[in-house]
């Protein structure tokens, strides 16, 4: 087979999770994210969006209504990451989430990216993070990327809320 290239501009368009109570899910994704309520089908499944796309995330019970998380150690979706344009935005959504005391998992310094981790009420990992600037991300010798997962400055990100 011959060597395939997906085009630069190619991007995931959505997630779907399956979720055992939609309420709940919409108060996390909705109430505590952001995230806006595009749509309903019936009483079994949402679509939630930012900035007035058709949707970023779709919910439904249709299989797990009142089901139990997945297993940590079995396979599906490791985490839904979600990007914020800018630093400062990222310093927003964890001081609502540290106002609220929703947990966090994580918190680290990607070079690339920082981010902070925490989970659904379904147990889903999600990841909000915001990108450097290109220009700035790490590089090997050889012209790789140098990712690595050092702990990240939560006090500096706050600061943000501060800069005008």
């Not at 994210?33 to 079994?44: A, V």
């Not at 900035?51 to 940590?72: M, Q």
């Not at 902070?116 to 090997?140: C, H, M, S």
Request: charged share 20%.
């Amino acid at each position: 087979m011959e060597k395939y290239t997906i085009p630069a501009k190619t991007h995931i368009g959505h997630i779907h999770l399956k979720v055992a109570d939609l309420q709940r899910a919409l108060d996390f994704y909705c109430g505590l994210l952001g995230f806006e309520l595009t749509t309903m089908y019936g009483n079994q499944a949402a679509f939630v969006s930012a900035g007035g796309y058709h949707h970023h995330i779709g919910l439904n019970t249709w299989h797990s209504k009142g089901a139990p998380p997945a297993l940590r150690e079995g396979v599906g979706l490791y985490h839904t990451a979600i990007v914020y344009p800018t630093r400062k935005d990222l310093a927003v959504i964890f001081e609502r989430i540290r106002k609220v005391g929703y947990p966090l998992t994580g918190a680290s310094d990607h070079g690339v990216s920082e981010a902070l981790y925490l989970d659904d009420p379904d147990g889903n990992g999600v990841e909000l993070y915001w990108d450097r600037p290109k220009n700035l991300w790490p590089q090997k010798s050889d012209g790789s990327l140098e990712m690595y997962t050092n702990p990240l400055d939560l006090a500096g990100l706050l600061a943000e809320l501060d800069k005008d």
